[in-house]
């Protein structure tokens, strides 16, 4: 992809760039980005980082090493690279001060997008191989800041903190952005198996419940209710398709027996979560008081009772 196959549709923006003293090769890469953007859009989820093609062994470490550190706001969609398109995506020669790596080295790239009327884009190269790993931000046609680290470690350092300056959502915040945010959240640390994910607890209602008016324990609960509740929604799920294993009968006893595998299946779901959240140290289980013992005994044996509900409705 270069900057002189900017789409016709941009290219009325790039024209009102440079006419108000935008440099044009900027003004065309920036656009040029924002198509390429405009391609991956579908395929993303916005608040999370998503590799656009199939990773192989190499591609792995560095993108699971990206999305440990990388903490989005739930309106952000972000772009994964890997060496077999980043490589492609390469900017003029009139720009080659932001070219950071040289051509045949494995480039692995990130784009982050702020939407809006005058879109921000974020975009990142951390390959080891870089020349000098680091971030520009483009804005209006314009290169707004660069930032240049000396290996791919100082660079995945300071990302969160680039991304917090330039691209979090600085509205005030609803339940429902608080709620993707730490569902988005809790995700990443399903799949590393690991309480190091990067996250802003002041925003997450897990670690301040009183963003959602809760305390620890309902806080507790309500994420496993939604991340268990998403996974009920998903067809690929192994908690989904084991459900729809039970099957139908007739009878009271096939009923009943059906009823009590739907139960043992969501009483282990909640179980394994809870595994989880102990092992990656990320809740003081040791610390609850007597009410909040027996608060969670409660709410570990409702929420069962609900998601049986929900699937038997």
Not at 61 to 79: H, R
Not at 219 to 231: H, Q, S
Request: aromatic share 8%; glycine share 4%; proline share 6%.
């Amino acid at each position: 992809m270069t900057a002189d196959k900017v789409r016709p549709a941009k290219q009325g923006r790039v024209r009102k760039w440079i006419d108000e003293g935008r440099d044009p090769a900027t003004a065309r890469w920036q656009a040029a980005l924002e198509d390429m953007l405009d391609v991956f859009m579908p395929l993303l989820e916005p608040g999370k980082l998503v590799p656009v093609h199939p990773l192989n062994d190499a591609d792995l470490p560095v993108f699971l090493a990206a999305m440990e550190i990388i903490d989005l706001s739930p309106g952000l969609p972000a772009v994964f690279l890997p060496p077999a398109i980043a490589e492609k995506v390469v900017p003029p020669e009139s720009l080659k001060p932001i070219a950071r790596i040289a051509a045949g080295r494995a480039s692995y790239k990130i784009f982050i997008a702020r939407p809006g009327e005058n879109q921000r884009i974020l975009c990142a190269e951390i390959s080891e191989e870089a020349d000098k790993p680091g971030v520009e931000i483009f804005q209006s046609g314009a290169l707004l800041g660069t930032y240049d680290y000396k290996n791919q470690k100082d660079c995945l350092d300071q990302l969160t903190k680039i991304i917090r300056v330039h691209l979090w959502d600085r509205e005030k915040w609803t339940r429902d952005d608080y709620r993707r945010y730490t569902v988005n959240w809790f995700e990443k640390v399903m799949d590393l198996h690991k309480g190091s994910v990067c996250v802003e607890k002041a925003f997450s209602f897990f670690h301040s419940p009183t963003l959602i008016k809760a305390d620890r324990i309902d806080a507790l609960f309500l994420l496993i209710l939604e991340i268990i509740e998403k996974r009920l929604h998903d067809v690929d799920d192994p908690l989904n398709r084991a459900i729809a294993a039970i099957g139908t009968g007739n009878g009271e006893a096939d009923a009943a027996a059906r009823s009590s595998r739907l139960t043992d299946l969501l009483d282990q779901a909640v179980f394994e979560l809870l595994t989880l959240i102990k092992d990656c140290d990320l809740f003081a289980f040791d610390t609850m008081t007597n009410r909040e013992s027996d608060q969670f005994n409660r709410e570990s044996a409702r929420i069962v009772r609900k998601l049986a509900g929900m699937m038997q409705s």
